[in-house]
């Protein structure tokens, strides 16, 4: 069985950002490259809530 991961809305436009700012078009991404976006963007995410920054 397949680990499948649902995002919301907020996460997926983190992902999406995080493709846009490193080139990729987030439509025609790679899985790699959708996998590594959404670790960058859940990672900053993080830090910036631990810091107070972000709600």
């Known amino acids: ?4 991961i649902i995002k919301s ?3 997926q436009a983190r992902s ?3 493709l846009r700012d490193f080139g990729h078009d987030p439509r025609t ?4 490259a959708r ?3 959404a670790h960058i963007a859940e990672t900053c995410h ?3 809530k631990k810091a ?4």
């Open 1 to 4: 069985m397949a680990n499948i």
């Open 9 to 11: 809305d907020d996460r």
């Open 16 to 18: 999406d950002k995080v």
């Open 29 to 32: 991404a790679g899985p790699e």
């Open 35 to 37: 996998e590594q976006a």
């Open 46 to 48: 993080e830090s910036l």
């Open 52 to 55: 107070g920054l972000e709600k």
